[in-house]
């Protein structure tokens, strides 16, 4: 939100520079995370909404939403709009916010899932890998060889799907939180009228409660992360490794970027952009809306994106498995030095592969 000046309506010059600098970051990482979504989509059609799509589609999101504030502010100010000084203002600022924190709340339910998960679930075979189904088929395997016939339903299968309980509750937990945004952005839209009602209490508000569950969502990530990665310490494989090495960066990235931009929020007006005509535009200014925009949001989704960055194997036929039976059985015995290598192997991948929690 911004309140307008008296000298053009404009912001000053230093800030213009500055919204249009974290605008650019902001589009380049919302063009590179949807056009990644393609790719991976474009690669996997067969396998519907998958955790990794869900990803980039939120953090594409997001930052676009970032980036149509940014550029808005600017027009807004200078046009002089009075409504986005208010609530359309808050909308455009806060629903990104939203998405934003929705991306990495879903992270953390994946972690729990992980650090929680029964030595005996072993239904799902798609939670082995980066582009594990976010979303489970309720259909049976049966069905599965008249997939063909039914590509164009699946790329929204929103009707044969259901939803893991505790993504269940990241759904909820942002609907609520959409919800909420858009009363506050009712009641300060009453505010602008002749009552007692102060919009710019209101917002405030609303930021700080924001702030604070920005916290809570760094410590969470900062405790499961630390315990996902003595779970994988245990085991001595490369793919463990690597994997342990993403789980405490994102822990480590997500600790440093929240807490600081919570903390810009909740002891400045930096994220409202309020009352720029009344005080001058210093160094300070310009670095804590840096800290909050740049490092509190552009930062995390970069380094998600860079994490979640390996594209899935390109499947252009299916293959019917009784076809390798024949072809192995054709040849001898001994040209199989080890015939329990077949049948191992693939357990042992998968083994390694479910201890990814990305």
């Given at each position: 939100?911004?309140?307008?000046?008296?000298?053009?309506?404009?912001?000053?010059?230093?800030?213009?520079?500055v919204n249009v600098a974290l605008a650019l970051v902001d589009g380049f990482i919302a063009v590179v995370s949807l056009a990644q979504l393609h790719r991976i989509h474009s690669r996997n059609r067969h396998s519907g909404w998958t955790r990794q799509k869900v990803f980039h589609l939120m953090i594409g999101s997001s930052n676009m939403g970032y980036f149509l504030y940014f550029i808005l502010s600017l027009i807004a100010a200078c046009e002089g709009w009075q409504c986005w000084s208010h609530s359309c203002g808050f909308v455009f600022m806060a629903f990104p916010n939203v998405l934003f924190s929705a991306a990495f709340l879903l992270l953390l339910s994946f972690w729990v899932d992980l650090c929680h998960q029964s030595d005996d679930e072993d239904d799902e075979d798609e939670e082995s890998s980066a582009e594990e189904s976010l979303l489970e088929k309720t259909f049976n395997e049966r069905n599965s060889l008249n997939a063909d016939n039914h590509n164009h339903r699946r790329c929204l299968p929103f009707r044969l799907v259901h939803v893991r309980s505790r993504q269940k509750i990241v759904i909820l937990a942002t609907l609520l939180a959409i919800?909420?945004?858009?009363?506050?952005?009712?009641?300060?839209?009453?505010?602008?009228?002749?009552?007692?009602?102060?919009?710019?209490?209101?917002?405030?508000?609303?930021?700080?409660?924001?702030?604070?569950?920005?916290?809570?969502l760094a410590g969470a990530l900062a405790c499961y992360g630390i315990l996902i990665c003595l779970k994988m310490s245990k085991v001595r494989t490369e793919r463990a490794s690597s994997e342990l090495w993403k789980v405490a960066g994102l822990a480590v990235v997500c600790v440093i970027c929240f807490t600081s931009s919570a903390f810009v929020a909740l002891l400045t007006d930096i994220p409202m952009l309020y009352h720029w005509h009344d005080q001058e535009v210093n160094g300070v200014c310009i670095f804590l809306l840096i800290v909050y925009y740049f490092v509190g949001s552009s930062m995390p989704s970069a380094f998600l994106l860079w994490?979640?960055?390996?594209?899935?194997?390109?499947?252009?036929?299916?293959v019917q498995p009784e076809s390798a039976t024949l072809t192995f059985v054709s040849d001898t015995t001994a040209a199989i030095p080890n015939p329990h290598h077949w049948t191992t192997a693939p357990s042992v991948r998968n083994q390694i592969s479910r201890a990814s929690p990305i």
């Open positions: 939100m911004i309140e307008l000046t008296e000298e053009g309506f404009c912001f000053p010059k230093l800030l213009v520079g919800v909420i945004m858009f009363a506050f952005a009712v009641i300060i839209w009453i505010g602008m009228g002749k009552n007692p009602i102060d919009s710019t209490v209101v917002a405030r508000v609303y930021v700080e409660v924001f702030a604070g569950a920005m916290l809570l994490v979640m960055r390996e594209v899935p194997p390109l499947i252009t036929a299916y």
